[in-house]
């Protein structure tokens, strides 16, 4: 059993679909930053299988909308005094915006580079959006 005690104040980002933790290690640039992070792949969770796990000591700002975009699996674990004192279960957001790309060539938002885009969750079950511009679907990319 994996356990948080290492982290005094910080965030525990868990339960994420097994494969998808470097992604996510990536996307929000933990390789780069200074503080301590550990990315944790494939630990055994009796509910779910497998699941990647990401450990950050420090306080940071979480893009949620993106985190529920790429895995809405997540949850969050808020730790402060070495304790948990919140957790936060991501979902799909129903509309992002500034986060994704029309992809549709003849879309006005290409033609006119128009980027805070904002796309709505037009089917939860598919995972699929829709520009807000020329109704192209967008599937994020998902494991
Ligand atoms: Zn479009």
């Given at each position: 059993m994996l356990k948080v005690d290492s982290i005094k104040k910080g965030i525990v980002i868990d339960h994420i679909t097994a494969g998808m933790g470097y992604e996510i290690f990536t996307e929000l640039k933990?390789?780069?930053v200074?503080?301590?992070t550990a990315l944790i792949r494939n630990v055994s969770s009796r509910k779910y299988g497998k699941k990647d796990l990401i450990k950050i000591d420090n306080v940071v700002d979480l893009?949620?909308?993106m985190l529920g975009l790429l895995d809405p699996n997540i949850t969050l674990v808020i730790i402060e005094g070495e304790k948990v004192v919140d957790k936060i279960k991501l979902s799909l957001?129903?509309?992002?915006?500034?986060?994704l790309n029309c992809k549709n060539p003849r879309c006005v938002s290409t033609i006119e580079h128009i980027d805070d885009i904002?796309?709505?969750l037009a089917n939860e079950e598919n995972r699929?959006?829709?520009?807000?511009?020329?109704d192209a679907p967008y599937y994020p990319k998902r494991k």
């Open positions: 933990l390789d780069e200074e503080y301590t893009d949620l909308d957001p129903n509309e992002v915006k500034g986060i904002t796309f709505y699929e959006y829709r520009c807000e511009y020329c």
